[in-house]
């Protein structure tokens, strides 16, 4: 019944753009996006517990990379995407060897993403080659595929869900795979799965170099769907907690937690923006806020444990009689 429902679920998503408005499409492409960074976010953060709040260093690294590489080299984002995953891996191995060589754990891990994201921000803030703070505005070729371009919304829809279903995939087999193992080992305790024989540092590095390149190619997307990009977008500190609050209202290290996070906040994100905005900005991020500490306080493990739990819960003695 799970598979059927999930084919079915399948065959929906990819015959959604056929009856659906634009701007719904624009939400859904939103919805998939975040969940899709959200998950990168869960590889290092949900299943080996190394919470970071600086991966939008991690996203920013990749926008501009593949832009770069586009707007300095004419080299196609399709290509690009690989050269932001990989700038992104290095840059995250680069920082997981220093944070994990000098032994940062908690909230000296969190301090220092924190501060590497900054560092970066800052840099490319002052940058004159890569445009300052005045950011690269990608040339717009209309429709052109060859270049990562598209005048409808659904391209993009079917891309950004082509790269959340692969996320998902890969999350699965991480979660089945020796590695994912060693992962949640170290996340409920280090000293014990290091006398086991796991090489924490090693594991703890793949995590951080996976999420980092996952993240970087969500960079690319970002890139080219709002062909702009500027240090504050791509690099502050309030796109690393959009990123890590999805899967923590949906569940960290779970498979769906940052989908259903997702799912839940996007929307309410955009609509309180939409009610809200202009000059009530103050009161969009107000009814944000509260309609998160709401979610904390209702399911302070995650959308999906709270769903565990309650579909776990004892059946009373009176609906057994009945």
Not at 63 to 92: C, F, K, N, R
Not at 170 to 184: C, F, N
Not at 199 to 217: W, Y
Not at 278 to 290: C, E, K, N, S
């Amino acid at each position: 019944m799970r598979r059927l429902a999930g084919a079915g679920l399948i065959v929906l998503l990819l015959l959604a753009p056929l009856g659906l408005s634009e701007y719904t499409l624009h939400l859904l492409i939103l919805i998939f996006f975040w969940a899709y960074l959200g998950s990168a976010w869960n590889i290092l953060s949900g299943y080996a517990g190394q919470l970071s709040i600086g991966h939008a260093a991690f996203l920013g690294v990749g926008a501009y990379a593949s832009t770069l590489l586009w707007v300095e080299a004419g080299v196609t984002p399709w290509v690009g995407m690989a050269g932001a995953a990989l700038a992104a891996a290095l840059v995250g191995l680069f920082l997981g060897f220093v944070s994990f060589h000098y032994g940062l754990r908690g909230p000296y891990f969190v301090l220092a993403t924190i501060a590497f994201a900054e560092v970066l921000r800052l840099i490319v803030n002052n940058w004159m080659t890569v445009g300052a703070a005045l950011g690269i505005l990608i040339p717009l070729e209309r429709s052109n595929p060859a270049m990562f371009q598209f005048e409808a919304k659904a391209p993009y829809y079917y891309i950004m869900l082509g790269m959340l279903l692969g996320m998902l995939a890969l999350g699965r087999l991480i979660e089945h795979s020796r590695l994912g193992y060693q992962m949640v080992a170290i996340r409920e305790n280090q000293e014990t799965a290091e006398s086991l024989g796991v090489d924490a540092k090693r594991v703890k590095l793949a995590a951080i170099t996976l999420s980092a390149a996952l993240t970087g190619m969500g960079g690319t997307f970002y890139a080219q769907y709002y062909l702009y990009i500027d240090p504050e977008t791509t690099f502050g500190i309030p796109v690393s907690i959009d990123i890590m609050i999805r899967p923590i209202i949906g569940g960290m290290g779970t498979l769906w937690g940052p989908v259903i996070g997702s799912v839940i906040l996007t929307p309410v994100s955009e609509l309180t923006r939409y009610v809200f905005g202009g000059r009530h900005a103050g009161v969009a991020l107000m009814t944000y806020g509260a309609i998160l500490v709401a979610l904390v306080l209702l399911a302070p493990g995650g959308i999906v444990s709270w769903l565990r739990g309650w579909r776990r819960r004892p059946v009373p003695a009176a609906e057994h009689a009945s």
